[in-house]
């Protein structure tokens, strides 16, 4: 693995973190790209990604804290500022970065599953970029395995195991294609959002089983939480279908 991705004399440039920001510029440039489409400022992008970079990193960092070894960080607490060691929970960065977005939304008077289903697309296309920095980082890797797939992690041991990262871009790119095919189909306000947590929770709990560390501190698993996302936003997806079709689902105007 590379966990520094190259280094300038004293300055280091960590995997984790290039690839990370790689995926926060990408998914900027794509939704502003879409939003100049709907007639609106790009500024509103870059003023939304600011504030959601801020609450998804400090939600996914808590995430991972308090769902995997809480007792470690808090025997260790500088260690929760080595964000380029990885250590980051997508649950936390949604769960954070969703209610920031609603606060931020709301002021402006901008409808909120709108934006959303506009956003969502994007969010998954930096996901799926960002996760190759997992891969050069060598964590939030998978069991062992004897068959093809199998990668080592030197930084782990000499044991061959699922690149479980690498699968998690591969879904994360599918998720962002059908996005996009459902934006360009959209009937009722929700209906992006809601497909993004049907097949995240699906393709999550999948992953989450050939995954090294998929139990969650306390016992829980990682699976069932994924699979406990897609069953809400198969409802979520239920309830906002029975609504008339809208002819403005994806309209951007300010509420009034």
């Given at each position: 693995?590379r ?12 995997s ?16 502003a ?6 007639g ?13 970079v ?38 936390g ?11 931020y ?5 901008i409808?909120?599953?709108?934006f ?18 997992c891969?050069?980082?060598?964590c ?29 871009v ?7 294609i ?21 097949l ?14 998929s ?33 403005a ?8």
């Amino acid at each position: 693995m590379r966990p520094i991705l190259f280094q300038i004399g004293w300055l280091r440039v960590y995997s984790y973190g290039f690839f990370v920001a790689l995926g926060i510029l990408a998914a900027t440039l794509w939704l502003a790209r879409k939003v100049e489409k709907k007639g609106a400022s790009s500024q509103l992008v870059i003023d939304f990604v600011l504030l959601e970079v801020i609450a998804g990193i400090v939600g996914a960092r808590l995430a991972y804290i308090l769902l995997y070894d809480p007792g470690y960080y808090f025997s260790h607490p500088l260690q929760i500022f080595m964000l380029q060691q990885g250590g980051m929970a997508f649950y936390g960065s949604l769960a954070l970065g969703l209610i920031a977005a609603i606060v931020y939304l709301r002021k402006t008077r901008i409808p909120v599953l709108a934006f959303f289903d506009l956003a969502t697309p994007s969010v998954m296309l930096g996901y799926a970029i960002g996760r190759f920095g997992c891969f050069f980082n060598g964590c939030c890797y998978g069991r062992p395995t004897s068959g093809a797939l199998g990668v080592v992690f030197p930084a782990v041991d000499d044991l061959a195991r699922y690149p479980t990262q690498l699968f998690s871009v591969a879904a994360g790119l599918l998720i962002f294609i059908i996005l996009e095919f459902v934006s360009s189909r959209i009937r009722f306000r929700g209906q992006v959002v809601a497909s993004l947590f049907i097949l995240y929770g699906l393709t999550r709990s999948v992953i989450e089983y050939f995954r090294e560390n998929s139990t969650f501190w306390g016992g829980g698993t990682a699976s069932l939480a994924a699979l406990g996302i897609a069953v809400a936003g198969g409802a979520f997806y239920w309830y906002l279908s029975r609504k008339a079709i809208d002819p403005a689902a994806s309209d951007l105007h300010p509420d009034n």
